[in-house]
């Protein structure tokens, strides 16, 4: 029919949507297939690691050492915790030595392996603590904790060497100090010796000892003059018995103080006895009187003689009668007498020598304490100057002694808290972690294709749509 208009049948929706939809439902089969055999290869493939888990701690108590030197001084040694700084963390230090090249080489050395293989150990510093954690991965259990071991081992050889060579340097310095302290004591001991010698003054006690021995002569002395003092009165007591003046007491002490006075006096007497006698029985003409009378004179001449000599003065017969005792004028009384006038004389004389020799000693002590006292100033500054330096000389090789017993220095000890571990079971791959994976792959390539369909969906729909209308219109 001219001029008709032929109406198509209406789209057939269903059949499209059917079609449609089942290539993007085969693409989501397929991508979840995909990610499901990825998941399955990756845990059937990948080959598993095990992770050896271990723990160290860095301790932080410090130690201290105090030495008293008797009669020098006191020698102290401090060694702070490693923690007393706000600005440092041993552990941090010990992190980096851990994970340098030198120390995981000789730990990968000690396996024969290299040290790409060895890895590099997973160390974590947990806060508020003084623990540090370190992992270590290995294809099997025995190889992850064999790692481990060679890395504490090789770590702790590392350390020893940090150790080792803080301790040379650290005694290098103190020998130094030590060698010039000791220069400096031999120094000061040598001047102290040396003013020691030439000065004669040895320690303070000597000065002491010199004033001890002037009061004891003063002491001395006293007593000597009150002792001279009471033989003065006695001898002027019995100088007023017989009768005689103190000048004459002493010329008779004199006169029986010498032997040859006192020979003489005998002969004397002798004679004068025999003449006597003589005199009674023969005339004076007689050859026998006038040889004892010419022995009498000779006597005589002789006596006078000496007693001028002794008392530098000339004497005559009465006198000489009057100052000596002899067989023909003494009585019982007056020789006692004059034996106590002898006596008394002898031992004033005794006490005025004692006196005056204790005078030249103290006069002697006194100078020489006199001297010894400018010299006690320099003798102690000798004294404090060599106290000081041995005080330092002790001092520093006590910190010598002590730091050497410090092994660890500025490197403190490592103490395990958990030994490296054989783990049980592999660390990855983890089966949950693959298979949430690919769940979540999955997951997310269905959504994203299901989105594309549907947004072509739409677009085709909506391309179709307007053509019908247009027909529709012509008609």
Do not use: C
């Not at 706000?86 to 552990?91: A, G, L, N």
């Not at 002027?236 to 010498?258: C, K, M, R």
């Not at 003589?278 to 004076?284: A, C, H, Q």
Request: charged content about 20%.
């Amino acid at each position: 029919m001219a001029g008709s208009v032929i109406i198509p049948k209406s789209f057939p929706k269903s059949s499209l949507k059917q079609s449609y939809w089942l290539r993007y439902l085969l693409l989501g089969l397929l991508a979840n297939a995909a990610f499901g055999t990825l998941a399955l290869l990756y845990l059937k493939l990948v080959p598993p690691t095990y992770t050896s888990h271990s723990a160290i701690t860095l301790p932080e108590a410090g130690s201290a050492a105090n030495v008293n030197l008797p009669n020098i001084g006191q020698a102290s040694y401090e060694n702070s915790s490693p923690y007393a700084s706000s600005t440092q963390d041993p552990r941090e230090n010990y992190k980096f030595i851990a994970q340098s090249e030198p120390v995981l080489s000789a730990a990968a050395s000690q396996l024969n392996i290299p040290l790409a293989k060895f890895g590099t150990p997973r160390i974590r510093i947990i806060d508020g603590t003084t623990i540090m954690t370190v992992d270590f991965r290995g294809a099997t259990p025995e190889e992850a904790r064999n790692k481990s071991l060679a890395f504490y081992r090789a770590f702790e050889v590392k350390l020893n060497e940090l150790r080792g060579e803080e301790a040379i340097r650290r005694e290098a310095g103190f020998q130094t100090a030590l060698s010039d302290s000791w220069k400096k004591l031999e120094t000061a001991q040598q001047r102290l010796s040396s003013y020691k010698a030439d000065s004669g003054l040895n320690s303070n006690d000597q000065l002491k000892d010199l004033s001890n021995n002037i009061e004891q002569l003063r002491k001395q002395r006293v007593e000597i003059l009150a002792q001279q003092q009471q033989a003065n009165a006695r001898l002027s007591q019995l100088s007023a018995s017989l009768n005689l003046s103190d000048l004459e007491a002493v010329d008779a002490f004199t006169l029986q103080t010498d032997q040859i006075f006192q020979q003489n006096l005998k002969d004397y007497s002798e004679a004068s006895a025999s003449l006597s006698v003589l005199e009674s029985k023969f005339l004076p003409d007689n050859p026998q009187l006038v040889t004892e009378k010419a022995k009498q004179d000779a006597a005589q001449t002789a006596l006078l003689n000496r007693s001028r000599y002794l008392l530098g003065k000339p004497v005559s017969q009465a006198v000489l009668h009057q100052l000596s005792l002899n067989s023909t004028n003494s009585d019982s009384a007056r020789e006692s007498l004059f034996q106590q006038l002898v006596t008394t004389q002898a031992e004033q004389k005794g006490f005025q020598a004692q006196a005056q020799a204790i005078d030249q000693q103290i006069a002697q002590l006194q100078d020489r304490l006199n001297k010894l006292a400018q010299k006690e100033s320099v003798l102690d500054a000798l004294k404090r100057d060599l106290q000081v330096t041995e005080a330092v000389f002790s001092s520093t090789l006590t910190r010598l002694d002590i730091g050497k017993s410090n092994a660890f220095g500025s490197y403190p000890l490592v103490q395990f808290i958990t030994p490296p571990n054989l783990p049980q079971t592999a660390s990855w791959p983890k089966k949950e972690f693959v298979v949430l994976g690919a769940t979540l792959g999955a997951f997310f390539a269905t959504t994203g294709i299901a989105l594309l369909g549907l947004n072509q969906y739409y677009q085709k729909l909506a391309s179709i749509q307007p053509t019908s209308k247009a027909k529709k219109s012509e008609v």
